[in-house]
């Protein structure tokens, strides 16, 4: 059993974190000061040394150079605040076999331990040094960040409980706040995950050619129908199909979706051969359906059979406990993405990430940090690198963002977005709160000259 020595003066935390060490399988001595670790070191011996940076009698670099002055070999793991991570990355040179920051999800420090301890069978690579530095490279990328917010919590647990059922799943939330990320989640926890995940963006499709997409066609059906196509009912048949945006749906094609779950039944176009499909339905819109159903341009019975169970997926703004988890996750899959090995963010970048609003949420962190990392020179982020929209955010970007929604006044706020921004629909549909394609649609359907 791999033995852990803990430095924590947090009495409550260290208790915490032992308990949940132990009950992962490791031996752990707790220990709450530099002093109480030195003497515990003379008459044991460790397999990994896990330290906080701050110490009352004692700072973690202090710490890991005497550790590593008495057993060269034993890896020292730092626990760091978010505001530490340019002293964390200077302990890392200084041979700290890795950082983890406070506060920290629990897949992680497993994570990092195992490949610390270099335990046969674990799946989680080694982490190398390369040969012409003394920086490590990137860290393994989670696939999915729960978070640790109450608001993250709220929506992992309605993910836990409707994910082994088969009900309809109605997600709602703001653009960019990872609608299909959750969607996924819901499909990997289910009994269908040996089965096909089929998304389809209902705002990208004409409504002319929806059934077609849906359905498939035979060929020779149409004009250009060259050859069969299987739609996306068929293909996710087993699996799950996940309708995004399906607001944009004419109220044809929804006549056409209500059919089709109500008889579990599809007929490609130009066929006379009818197709049993099972599908796990779930969508998810950015819009108000009930306001939608109100006005007539929703159905309420489509409705209804769509929101078996609804999940609200809340803003950044609602998440702020997990900004800086989320930053470090987006992070790791830039370096991957871009074979660059940025270690984290200066103090002076953090405290403008967290000060900032993000209207555009997950997707828009993702793309900054992406951009960042990409012109990143040094170990850490800096500020000068940043969009000068999140430097310098302006009023209309950060408190007066638009909020978007099937009104009666909706054809005039896409023409006034339009006139603030010049035309330029990029930036109108990130007022409006909604995606580019989405803009297409709505600017195609009121005939708006832009």
């Known amino acids: 059993m791999p033995k ?44 990994l040394v896990f330290t906080d ?4 009698d004692d700072d973690g670099i202090s710490v890991l150079t005497k550790v590593k002055d008495q057993f060269p070999d034993t890896p020292v793991i730092l626990m760091t605040g ?68 109450s608001a993250s919590n709220k929506l992992n647990e309605y993910i836990k409980l409707v994910a082994p059922t088969d009900m309809s799943v109605l997600i709602t939330g703001e653009s960019g706040t990872g609608k299909e990320v959750v969607a996924r ?10 089965f096909s995940f089929i998304a389809v963006d209902c705002g990208a499709i004409p409504k002319e050619i929806a059934a077609s997409e849906f359905f498939g066609h035979i060929k020779g059906s149409f004009t250009g129908a060259v050859t ?69 341009q929703f159905r309420e019975d489509l409705y209804h059979r769509l929101n078996e169970f609804s999940i609200q997926v809340p803003s950044l703004e609602d998440r702020k406990e997990d900004l800086m988890i989320f930053a470090e996750h987006f992070l790791d899959i830039a370096n991957k993405q871009l074979n660059k090995n940025v270690l984290g963010f200066s103090d002076e970048v953090i405290n403008v990430f967290q000060t900032y609003k993000w209207p555009g949420n997950l997707r828009e962190m993702l793309n900054v940090i992406k951009r960042s990392a990409l012109l990143s020179q040094g170990d850490l982020i800096q500020k000068e690198v940043l969009p000068v ?30 006139n603030e921004v010049d035309n330029n629909k990029s930036k109108a549909a990130k007022l409006l709160n909604i995606t580019r394609k989405t803009l297409y649609n709505k600017i195609k359907e009121y005939e708006i000259d832009a």
């Open 4 to 47: 852990i020595l803990l430095i924590e003066d947090d009495v409550t935390f260290s208790a915490m974190l032992e308990r949940f060490l132990k009950k992962n399988g490791f031996q752990v001595d707790a220990t709450y000061s530099s002093e109480e670790a030195q003497k515990n070191m003379k008459g044991n011996s460790y397999d």
């Open 53 to 56: 940076l701050r110490l009352p």
């Open 82 to 149: 978010y505001a530490e991570v340019s002293t964390a990355v200077k302990a890392m040179k200084k041979g700290a076999f890795d950082y983890i920051s406070k506060p920290f999800n629990q897949d992680e420090v497993l994570a990092v331990i195992r490949n610390a301890l270099k335990k046969e069978g674990n799946p989680t690579p080694e982490i190398k040094v390369k040969s012409n530095s003394d920086k490590p490279s990137a860290r393994p990328v989670k696939t999915r960040v729960a978070g640790i917010s």
């Open 185 to 194: 989640k819901i499909h990997e926890d289910s009994l269908r995950r040996d």
């Open 228 to 296: 069969n196509k299987t739609g996306h009912f068929e293909a996710a048949n087993g699996g799950t199909i996940f309708l995004d945006e399906v607001g944009n749906l004419s109220y044809e094609n929804q006549i056409q979706l209500l059919r089709a779950l109500q008889e579990r039944k599809i007929k490609p176009i130009g066929s006379n051969k009818e197709i049993e499909v099972d599908i796990r339905l779930i969508t998810a819109t950015n819009e108000d359906l009930l306001k939608a159903v109100e006005k007539g």
């Open 389 to 418: 929209e999140i430097k310098s955010p302006t009023a209309h970007q950060v408190s007066e963002k638009k909020s978007f929604s099937r009104k009666e006044n909706e054809r005039e706020l896409i023409i006034n977005a339009l």
